[in-house]
């Protein structure tokens, strides 16, 4: 992988090779305007030359999109208060599909565009992501905007421990049953079906540049969909739920 061998980008590199060694400086080919499927064997110098490009600010992004960040899985999630839990979900995992669910829809727009005569099964995989485009960000500010307030507030009541606290609480579990139930098992569904579609993000050996790269892409999503799903319906959920229920017998 390149990430951990990033000083071998240099300028004598073409940009076929170095999206072949690690998907994610697709993006920054891209932004900068690079072609780099199967044809890109031109020396990255030149290419900058001709697009007058600096190459080493194309060198920086590319040295920045392969850096290693790594999160051990032994983080102590079930430890971490519901303020620092809520707010870790929007940062990492919110911002992240904010960010990745317009990209990856572009590139495997072009991709199916482009290859679904080759591979019939892509249109179907096309779909399947669309459904999950269009309902992710809804499901977001939901969660944002209504779940994530009031599991803070019954946090913050359950920990005041005040006579008062009880009145402060709603009942929390049917949204958030309804979200874990019917949302997120649709979630669930839908990488299901990608990972049957796709052999499990699996490209054949004879596959170009953008394939691979498009399934590496559609790969990390499910990576990330999962963390997300894991952490709010084992921990942050279960907490507050059990919060919820413990002030809820409380006399008044």
Known sequence: MLSRNYQTISTESCAADIVKM???TAAVFKKHGIEYCCGA?????????????NPDHVIQDLQD???????????????WKIDFLTDYIVNIHHQYLRQALPYIKEQLGKFVAEHSKKYPYLPDLENYYNFLN????????????IIFPYVRQIAHAYESKESYASLLVRTLRKPVEDLMHHEHDTLKKV??????LTNNYTAPDNACTSHRVTFSLLQELDDDIVQHLYLENEVLFPKAIAMEKELLQKPL
């Open 41 to 53: 064997k031109w020396p990255l110098k030149m290419v900058c030359e001709n697009n007058s490009l």
């Open 191 to 196: 990488l299901t079906r990608f990972r049957s």
């Open 65 to 79: 999109a392969v850096r290693v960040i790594q999160v051990s899985p032994a983080l102590p999630f079930n430890d």
């Open 134 to 145: 269009k309902t992710m960000i809804p499901h977001l500010q939901q969660e944002e905007e």
């Open 22 to 24: 690690d998907y994610r």
